[in-house]
C-alpha cells in the first residue's frame, strides 16, 4: 500500500477552502498510484472545519475516508511552543477532539507545548510525526532526545528531500523510524516521496504496526521538479487570491 503521511487540503493558512483544490489533490493522488493518503492541514488554518465537512459526504470505514477509491485518513499539522510542528494522525473524531482542545493555542504567543501536545495525542491513541525536523532554526531537531523519543516516527520531508542525510542520522542516533510525507499544499507535489507498506492498513493501529515493520521510502527522481514547479505556482496562486479576496 502507497500512502502519503503529510497532505495538506489547502493552498495556505489564509486561504479559502476550495473543493476544486481538494478534488486535483485527490486525483493526483490516484493518477499518482497511491492507495492512501493522510490530510494533516495546519490545525490553525483559517476554516479547518470545512475541510472535514466536506470529506464527511463521504464514506468513513473503519479509521478513514473512502473518496474516489482513495484512503484518506484524518490528521493535522500542529506547531508547537518550542519550534517546529508535529503531525498528528487518527480516527476522524479523535481529530475533532484533539483541534477543539487545541483550540486557545492557536496563535504563535501561545501555541501548545510539545509535553501538552504529546499527552492529549497519546490519550486518544494518535500517530505522532515529527514533521521536517531541520526546516529551519526552531526545527524539532532541537529538542531533548528523551521527548523526540515519545514521537512515533520522524518524517523525510518531500520539500526537505536534500536534508534527507540529517533525518536518517538523527532517526538512527534516536533508534526511530522514519516516514515520508510530501508536504503538498499544490497538486503537483504530490508523488515527490511516498511511504511503501508491505501490509493493507485500514486503522490506525494497523497503520502504525504497518509503518513500523515494513514501510520503504520512495523518492521520485523528478522530487526537485516536482517540489520547484508546486512551489512557484504556489507562489502565483496565492499572489492572485490576494487580489482577488
Known amino acids: 500500500m502507497d500512502i502519503d503521511l503529510h497532505c495538506h487540503a489547502k493552498l495556505s493558512k489564509k486561504s479559502q477552502f476550495s473543493r476544486s483544490n481538494f478534488n486535483n489533490l485527490i486525483r493526483a493522488a ?6 492512501a493518503i493522510a490530510v494533516t492541514e495546519h490545525f490553525n488554518t483559517s476554516g479547518f472545519e470545512k475541510i472535514y465537512e466536506l470529506m ?22 500542529v506547531d508547537i511552543k518550542e519550534g517546529g510542528h508535529v503531525a498528528i494522525i487518527g480516527k476522524r473524531d479523535d481529530v ?9 493555542n492557536l496563535n504563535k504567543e501561545n501555541y501548545p507545548s510539545i509535553d501538552y501536545l504529546i499527552k492529549e495525542a497519546k490519550k486518544r ?4 510525526i515529527g514533521a521536517h525536523s531541520y526546516r529551519n532554526n526552531k526545527s ?9 523519543k515519545q514521537l512515533d516516527f520522524l518524517e523525510l520531508n518531500g520539500k526537505d528531500y536534500k536534508k534527507s542525510h540529517m533525518v536518517m542520522r538523527l532517526a538512527q542516533s534516536l533508534n526511530m523510524k522514519v516516514t515520508a510525507g510530501s508536504d503538498t499544499h499544490y497538486w503537483l507535489q504530490m508523488g515527490c ?18 509503518l513500523s515493520k515494513s514501510n520503504t521510502i520512495i523518492i521520485s527522481p523528478v522530487i526537485g521538479l516536482k517540489v ?6 504556489k507562489k502565483i496562486m496565492k499572489q492572485f487570491q490576494r487580489v482577488s479576496f
Do not use: Q, W
Not at 30 to 35: A, E, K, P, Q, Y
Not at 193 to 209: D, G, M
Open 228 to 233: 520547484k514547479a508546486a512551489a512557484a505556482v
Open 125 to 128: 491513541n494518535m500517530i505522532m
Open 30 to 35: 490516484l493518477r499518482s498510484g497511491f492507495h
Open 193 to 210: 516521496i511516498r511511504n511503501r507498506l508491505n501490509a493493507e492498513a485500514n486503522t490506525i493501529e494497523e497503520l502504525r504496526k504497518a
Open 96 to 104: 475533532s477532539s484533539l483541534h477543539n482542545v487545541l483550540s486557545p
Open 56 to 77: 464527511d459526504s463521504y464514506p468513513y470505514i473503519d479509521d478513514h475516508y473512502i473518496i474516489d477509491g482513495l484512503k484518506v485518513f484524518c490528521g493535522m499539522e
Open 140 to 148: 524539532l531537531s532541537n529538542l531533548p532526545d528523551d521527548i523526540l
